[in-house]
């Protein structure tokens, strides 16, 4: 039986309670991930970030065009370094089913003795 559901419902609710305003990277099914301010979820696992800024993977043409201008140039020895794509979307809800993985940011200063 998976940790999730050993938990009883008061100490679910104690977790998600610590969890509020902590910022969180939420990963989905389209391989996007969103980074943002935890405000609440619901039953149906959905998620609300507040702040929140979405992050995309390069596009399979954007890698072929930066792949092209590498291998005919003499740049950096035929590597490609990509940034992520991102832009500021302020309040969203996340719904559960497409949500992959969430992580809880924490610094060495946060982190329990």
Not at 39 to 64: A, F, G, M
Not at 66 to 89: C, D, F, H, P
Request: with cysteine.
């Amino acid at each position: 039986m998976p940790a999730a559901e050993q938990m009883s419902r008061g100490e679910a609710g104690d977790f998600l309670q610590s969890l509020l305003n902590k910022n969180l990277r939420v990963t989905t099914t389209d391989a996007r991930m969103f980074w943002g301010g935890f405000k609440c979820t619901d039953p149906e696992s959905n998620v609300i970030l507040q702040h929140t800024y979405e992050y995309r993977h390069p596009s399979t043409q954007q890698l072929l065009l930066a792949e092209a201008v590498a291998t005919t140039g003499n740049n950096n020895n035929g590597t490609i370094k990509m940034e992520m794509q991102s832009r500021y979307l302020g309040l969203v809800v996340i719904p559960g089913k497409y949500i992959t993985k969430i992580e809880v940011e924490e610094f060495a200063s946060q982190l329990p003795k």
